[in-house]
């Protein structure tokens, strides 16, 4: 078979991969979005039927075969870079799974969707025990994993390397302690002030109203609704399926518009990363997001950066007052800017505020990583969230529920994942102080509404590159920068001291 | 390999062919009800990535290998009743299939796609000289088709075999001829008539109200919205994806209520079929209506058999005027029953009424049989259409635009297809007769809105046997009869003779 064969062999195989993918994309999507309920069992089924497929595609000896054909050096030369790229991507799929006993990773698959089950149970009871046992078989298969898969330094760094390629403990090590040791006295400064008054956001907000301005503001970061659509559903997510087709989804509650508006434009910042990766990576692997941090660093950025910065109600506290007639009267734009970043301790991390986020994941961070090396185990982990809760936030759990089973990740298996939320807000600012040098009329955009330039420059440097860079080359290119938390310092420290007052004492 | 190996990996392999259709299905749906237009053409990849898949399993080597095994006499006995429906079903793709050639088969489905972008613009411009050549090689095909497939007596009995398995064209040709002797001297008389007035009707009936109604109406129809839901299109259809997930589609005319309304109960029809198949059918090829014309046979009997009696209104006026106020003030239940039973000849076959439908259907028959068999030429059709239009409605096409060229159907390479929706009259009005028997009660069930024993009817005698019945046996089984236009003519003789006072005079 001639070199040529095969690239066009290889590049029909990745792109059925991909093929594949996208129907199990909608599917996941139909199933939370609207699917009549009594079929979900069986659609389960045919997903599941899928992923094999998918799965035995992409650790397919023939797949190997084609591979090692494609880097023997005098055919590797001929090749574009995004065939390269593809290549280097199912290479990375085929070293994940390449030492994996077939036996274990089925038992595994099994193991953790029973799992979930029992987590929701535990959960719901604040009952710790019944769930150890799974968590003991789950954290057992990580530790295996991690061996069979191989890691420099760290056991937990080939976790870390499915979800943040390039990161080791070593530098999120650095980049968590300063993160700690900056945000834990801030937090403890501000508990200490007046917190903005808040009673008027939960008034009753009506859902079709939330629903078309969640539209407006949709609109305003430049989504496209023509390669792309709303709708509403349990638990957020957007979902690219290609990129003409990025979903977005949401969800209302009537005394709470907060949900539905900071929830939109979180998952709108996710949907613009997949809809404007370049047109030529489509139908590879390199057409998604390059890792969970990088992804996080888009949703953080317009959540936060954007949608809860003054300079975004400036120009959009109008048209929400247009939206919900009578529930802003008589507020001002600076008590509503406080009033959408109050921040504190909490308990739960899906509700906590951007300044007091990041320490929610450094807890998990350090229990993982201690689990993973055996320096805890399963069974001492309700005291040590408690133990970090008080360390880190100074409050804790009155019982498990609200402690250390509040999150599925672990009773799906997915160990590693955590760090990438917190890294995703050490990205953005990164982002951001880049963007300020290009853009020095940065604030004047914001608050004018011409969000265009905003989208464009993250298009420039982070979209359209989908997978063909990594999280530190995204940041050197973009940013000149390797991966730096005092960016993230400064914005919380500046942001929370004025709406806490802290400055005028 | 033992018997039951074999047994097993068939069934696995026919839910596989299952799941990957379903996939299809969803995407199908997803395309014609909301997917954002700049990911469709993507979206007609995957569909057809997905399709050649199920098209080379269901033709492969392994499956004919495991399909011999099975036929051998001592594992055949041991098989159930679904397995061996289900080895006979793939028999029969497998059949159809068989002697066509590979690089034919491909060249047709080229041919058809370009034809079908070649009919839109000859359909636009009355342009029959345009897509000529296109049809002259579709029809080229479907003669070799035939030939390659293999047939008894009439060559267009291949054909029909595809849609209407079990019938042939001496049957078709009897049923057809009583049809056209009761039908067109009935036009003939009611066109003498004066119609009944039908103003109010497009009168302005809001969108969300018609939707509402709509949702109300497939209740009382039994349709089970834990099983299915109702979405928005252009050309609607009911999809079953599998017995728990069984779509409907619909479009508002705000002008024209009729459209939604009697469009639903028409889907809706066909939605119970496919909910109400047997759950032990499920994932086998036997998960689905019997054949085109019994399917149609449920959709038209809601339809016209329910949907436009005297009973139905009876019951459900009320509940349309709650939603559309003011719209039918002062109009009586009759004059509402007889205002949406208007009837007459007319050159759209998709906008004919239930007394002349049967009509169009006779001279497509007529024009498909004798093009297969030679006896005329694609170049002969406008002229034969015309002439056939003026000998049984009486009217003549201004262009070929609203005469031969107005369906689809040819230049997506379906002959055979047509005989299947005046066969559903056929059979609908069959199964009418049983059901009246069975439930002496019928017509004060209808009128009290009851219509639960008359779903469940149909679910016992057609809906739960999917495909484990073909369309003759269910006839058998329910009316004890075989294929019979007698009770057809019998209704729209009734029917007609009392909205269009013909018994009076």
Same mark, same amino acid.
């Given at each position: %078979?001639?070199?040529?064969?095969?690239?066009?062999?290889?590049?029909?195989?990745?792109?059925?991969?991909?093929?594949?993918?996208?129907?199990?994309?909608? %599917?996941?999507?139909?199933?939370?979005?609207?699917?009549?309920?009594?079929?979900?069992?069986?659609?389960?089924?045919?997903?599941?039927? *899928?992923?094999?497929?998918?799965?035995?595609?992409?650790?397919?000896?023939?797949?190997?075969?084609?591979?090692?054909?494609?880097?023997?050096?005098?055919? #590797?030369?001929?090749?574009?870079?995004?065939?390269?790229?593809?290549? /280097?991507?199912?290479?990375?799929?085929?070293?994940?799974?390449?030492?994996?006993?077939?036996?274990?990773?089925?038992?595994?698959?099994?193991?953790?969707?029973?799992?979930?089950?029992?987590?929701?149970?535990?959960?719901?009871?604040?009952?710790?025990?019944?769930?150890?046992?799974?968590?003991?078989?789950?954290? &057992?298969?990580?530790?295996?994993?991690?061996?069979? /898969?191989?890691?420099?330094?760290?056991?937990?760094?080939?976790?870390?390397?499915?979800?943040?390629?390039?990161?080791?403990? &070593?530098?999120?090590?650095? =980049?968590?302690?300063?993160?700690?040791?900056?945000?834990?006295?801030?937090?403890?400064?501000?508990?200490?002030?007046?917190?903005?008054?808040?009673?008027?956001?939960? /008034?009753?907000?009506? =859902?079709?109203?939330?629903?078309?301005?969640?539209?407006?503001?949709?609109?305003?970061?430049?989504?496209?609704?023509?390669?792309?659509?709303?709708?509403?559903?349990?638990?957020?997510?957007?979902?690219?399926?290609?990129?003409?087709?990025?979903?977005?989804?949401?969800?209302?509650?009537?005394?709470?518009?907060?949900?539905?508006?900071?929830?939109?434009?979180? +998952?709108?910042?996710?949907?613009?990363?997949?809809?404007?990766?370049?047109?030529?990576?489509?139908?590879?692997?390199?057409?998604?997001?390059?890792? %969970?941090?990088?992804?996080?660093?888009?949703?953080?950025?317009? +959540?936060?950066?954007?949608?809860?910065?003054?300079?975004?109600?400036?120009?959009?506290?109008?048209?929400?007052?247009?939206?919900?007639?009578?529930?802003?009267?008589?507020?001002?734009?600076?008590?509503?800017?406080?009033? =959408?970043?109050?921040?504190?301790?909490?308990?739960?991390?899906?509700?906590?505020?951007?300044?007091?986020?990041?320490?929610?994941?450094?807890?998990?961070? +350090?229990?993982?990583?201690?689990?993973?090396?055996?320096?805890?185990?399963?069974? &001492?982990?309700?005291?040590?969230?408690?133990?970090?809760? +008080?360390?880190?936030?100074?409050?804790?759990?009155?019982?498990?529920?609200?402690?250390? *089973?509040?999150?599925?990740?672990?009773?799906?298996?997915?160990?590693?994942?955590?760090?990438?939320?917190?890294?995703?807000?050490?990205?953005?600012?990164?982002?951001?102080?880049?963007?300020?040098? &290009?853009?020095?009329?940065?604030?004047?955009?914001?608050?004018?509404?011409?969000?265009?330039?905003?989208?464009? #420059?993250?298009?420039?440097? =982070?979209?359209?590159?989908?997978?063909? /860079?990594?999280?530190?080359?995204?940041?050197?290119?973009?940013?000149?920068?390797?991966?730096?938390?005092?960016? *993230?310092?400064?914005?919380?420290?500046?942001?929370?001291?004025?709406?806490?007052?802290?400055?005028?004492?």
């Amino acid at each position: %078979m001639s070199s040529e064969a095969i690239v066009e062999e290889f590049q029909e195989y990745i792109q059925k991969i991909s093929h594949l993918e996208e129907a199990i994309g909608l %599917m996941t999507w139909d199933l939370r979005t609207g699917a009549p309920k009594k079929g979900a069992a069986r659609r389960g089924e045919v997903i599941g039927t *899928l992923s094999s497929e998918v799965f035995q595609l992409s650790t397919s000896s023939h797949l190997k075969e084609m591979i090692s054909h494609l880097n023997q050096e005098e055919t #590797w030369i001929s090749l574009d870079e995004i065939t390269k790229g593809s290549v /280097k991507e199912c290479e990375k799929t085929i070293r994940k799974f390449e030492n994996v006993p077939a036996d274990e990773f089925k038992a595994f698959i099994i193991l953790t969707a029973q799992a979930e089950q029992a987590w929701e149970d535990a959960k719901d009871k604040g009952d710790f025990a019944s769930f150890q046992p799974y968590l003991e078989k789950i954290v &057992d298969y990580q530790r295996n994993y991690a061996d069979w /898969k191989g890691f420099k330094g760290n056991r937990y760094n080939a976790l870390l390397d499915d979800f943040e390629p390039g990161l080791t403990t &070593d530098t999120i090590d650095e =980049v968590f302690t300063q993160l700690k040791e900056a945000i834990v006295p801030l937090v403890e400064k501000i508990s200490k002030q007046n917190a903005p008054e808040t009673n008027y956001l939960f /008034k009753k907000f009506p =859902v079709e109203q939330q629903k078309r301005f969640s539209r407006k503001i949709l609109e305003s970061m430049q989504y496209d609704f023509q390669a792309g659509r709303l709708d509403t559903t349990v638990h957020p997510f957007a979902i690219g399926l290609n990129p003409g087709d990025v979903r977005v989804t949401t969800k209302y509650d009537e005394f709470d518009f907060r949900t539905a508006v900071f929830g939109t434009i979180h +998952e709108g910042g996710h949907a613009l990363y997949e809809q404007n990766i370049h047109p030529s990576l489509a139908g590879t692997p390199l057409a998604g997001g390059t890792s %969970m941090g990088i992804h996080e660093s888009q949703s953080l950025f317009w +959540e936060n950066f954007i949608g809860r910065r003054f300079g975004f109600w400036e120009k959009h506290f109008d048209l929400l007052k247009e939206f919900a007639p009578g529930q802003f009267q008589g507020i001002s734009l600076d008590e509503f800017y406080k009033a =959408v970043n109050v921040a504190g301790p909490s308990l739960i991390r899906i509700e906590a505020d951007e300044l007091t986020y990041c320490l929610h994941i450094i807890l998990r961070y +350090e229990l993982e990583k201690a689990l993973i090396n055996g320096d805890i185990e399963v069974t &001492d982990l309700p005291e040590k969230w408690n133990e970090k809760m +008080e360390e880190l936030l100074g409050i804790k759990p009155s019982h498990d529920g609200e402690g250390v *089973l509040q999150d599925v990740h672990w009773a799906g298996g997915a160990f590693g994942y955590f760090p990438s939320y917190a890294l995703g807000y050490v990205y953005a600012a990164q982002l951001q102080a880049a963007m300020q040098k &290009d853009l020095p009329q940065f604030e004047e955009l914001i608050s004018s509404g011409n969000l265009a330039p905003i989208k464009e #420059w993250l298009t420039e440097n =982070v979209h359209q590159h989908g997978k063909l /860079k990594d999280p530190l080359q995204i940041l050197h290119d973009a940013a000149g920068e390797k991966i730096d938390a005092s960016h *993230l310092i400064h914005y919380l420290t500046d942001k929370y001291e004025e709406v806490y007052n802290l400055r005028e004492q």
